[in-house]
């Protein structure tokens, strides 16, 4: 055995050197980079999938429920919230679901009531964030030939929100708990209400988050001398209702209420279907079902698509 030759004598074979080890974890980091980056972009793309499956789905299971029962689910979620609990819910419309009742609204917690909510921190109501359904929805009351035409779908109830969200931890996805029972008479002679609070989509024009959400569902409205998409005239309002976890089809049509994937509870992530009623009275259609920010199928897929990774679209 030749001793001179580090082949056979342990003591002299050469390792890697420092520069190599560092190289070598460089390459890897960059390497790890690159795919972190890539699951990342898959995640949204998987999200977006998601939302587009789950809001056809929902629409078709709605429907499905009207063609077996004559109605469509009940205890839907109203998507208004009773902010100082008083049970008064309908006082103030246009409220904005902090300090007076109205739509669902973004908040945070601070020292013993909800405020508008810092930068990317919420504990209650509709997400903060883009396409904004809470600032395309108002509390309004609707005219009595529009809630005739939302209640023949079979609506007999709808669940508010509380104030606080004490019932439940403040989980935003189980606070429609206040029952409010449309029949109820107040001595008018249809025997209905005459208050008839709900979250309409805002007809106003200006309104840029309420025109995006026109836009997807009437986009033949559009009005190229304005710029400005509208509700078709045979109908009165666009009333939203949450698909939340004490509708009437769980467990019958629907296991439970889906909601957006990776939600925690802070923000409302429940599904929304949206109704178009008639002024005369004739029962509403449902035209859209959108997730809790307000995206349709059509924009959930558009977000699907440029979500791929390098570009890679289909069709």
């Known amino acids: 055995m030749n001793l001179l030759n580090p082949r056979h004598h342990p003591a002299l074979r050469r390792g890697f050197t420092l520069l190599e080890l560092v190289i070598v974890l460089m390459i890897l980091a960059a390497l790890a980079g690159l795919v972190i980056a890539q699951v990342a972009q898959l995640g949204r793309t998987t999200d977006m999938a998601y939302t587009a499956k789950t809001g056809a789905d929902l629409a078709e299971n709605l429907q499905l429920h009207f063609v077996l029962n004559k109605r469509y689910p009940t205890h839907m979620d109203s998507l208004l919230i009773d902010a100082d609990n008083s049970g008064a819910l309908g006082t103030t419309p246009g409220g904005d679901g902090l300090t007076s009742d109205g739509v669902f609204v973004p908040a945070f917690w601070d020292g013993g009531a909800w405020v508008d909510p810092p930068t990317s921190e919420q504990g209650r109501g509709l997400p903060d964030s883009g396409p904004h359904l809470d600032r395309a929805l108002v509390a309004a009351n609707v005219t009595e030939g529009a809630f005739r035409s939302f209640v023949r779908c079979g609506f007999e109830f709808l669940m508010d929100h509380r104030g606080d969200g004490s019932d439940n931890n403040g989980n935003s996805n189980e606070t429609g708990?206040?029952?409010?029972?449309?029949?109820?008479?107040?001595?008018?002679?249809?025997?209905?209400?005459?208050?008839?609070?709900?979250?309409?989509?805002?007809?106003?024009?200006?309104?840029?988050?309420a025109q995006r959400l026109l836009r997807q569902i009437f986009p033949a409205t559009l009005d190229t001398a304005t710029g400005f998409y509208s509700i078709p005239g045979d109908y009165d309002a666009l009333i939203a209702v949450g698909i939340g976890p004490r509708n009437s089809a769980v467990p019958d049509s629907m296991l439970n209420a889906p909601i957006y994937p990776g939600n925690d509870g802070s923000y409302y992530g429940h599904y929304v279907a949206i109704f178009a009623c008639y002024a005369s009275g004739e029962r509403a259609i449902l035209v859209g079902v959108c997730d809790a920010y307000g995206r349709l199928n059509r924009y959930a897929i558009e977000q699907f698509n440029e979500s791929l990774p390098n570009n890679q679209r289909r069709g």
């Not at 206040?178 to 029949?183: K, Q």
């Not at 008479?185 to 005459?194: A, K």
């Open 177 to 209: 708990t206040l029952l409010r029972d449309l029949g109820v008479s107040d001595g008018d002679s249809t025997g209905l209400e005459t208050g008839h609070l709900f979250a309409v989509v805002d007809p106003t024009p200006t309104n840029g988050d």
